[in-house]
């Protein structure tokens, strides 16, 4: 396997991390799926990080062959973000993409269960469907926190925001 050159800058002396995220949105029956690692309190947008020499578009179609195993279908860019937040002792400072993007039918769906289970890296990842409300990302803690504000209208036209999330430790 080639070496991975994820777009990610560690600078140690500090503890501040640069990165690029690439996220998709993916509904179904009203409702969106997310995913964590199950060592971990928050939940988030199923993605990953982009490798220098790939598209957006490309990253988001690895990363879900990788984690769901299915080709995914990109759909439209709603956001770019950059994103500022605090997690695990580290400043990070995150360059997002977050697309709308389908899934194949043949993934499952519950409305309530966990429906997929994978080992990335020395993670567990973990996948559910969640109402597609404010109020169910709200109670469910998905940062960047301005989903939960926008999920029932999303942009038409791609948003460019600034966003500072604080401290997700």
Do not use: C
Request: glycine content about 6%; overall charge negative.
């Amino acid at each position: 396997m080639a070496e991975r050159k994820l777009i990610r800058i560690h600078r140690k002396k500090r503890n501040v991390i640069f990165q690029m995220r690439i996220a998709g949105l993916a509904f179904r029956n009203g409702h969106l799926l997310v995913h964590r690692a199950t060592h971990e309190r928050i939940w988030t947008i199923p993605g990953g990080r982009a490798e220098i020499g790939e598209t957006s578009v490309d990253t988001l179609v690895r990363e879900m062959d990788e984690e769901l195993g299915v080709q995914a279908t990109v759909g439209r860019l709603l956001w770019s973000v950059e994103n500022f937040f605090h997690y695990e002792g580290a400043d990070f400072h995150e360059y997002g993409l977050y697309y709308l993007m389908e899934i194949p039918d043949s993934f499952p769906f519950h409305p309530r269960d966990i429906v997929h289970r994978i080992q990335d890296g020395k993670n567990e990842l973990e996948f559910k469907w969640v109402p597609a409300t404010s109020a169910a990302l709200r109670a469910l803690d998905i940062p960047p926190y301005f989903l939960a504000e926008d999920i029932e209208a999303l942009p038409e036209t791609p948003r460019h925001l600034v966003w500072r999330d604080g401290d997700l430790d």
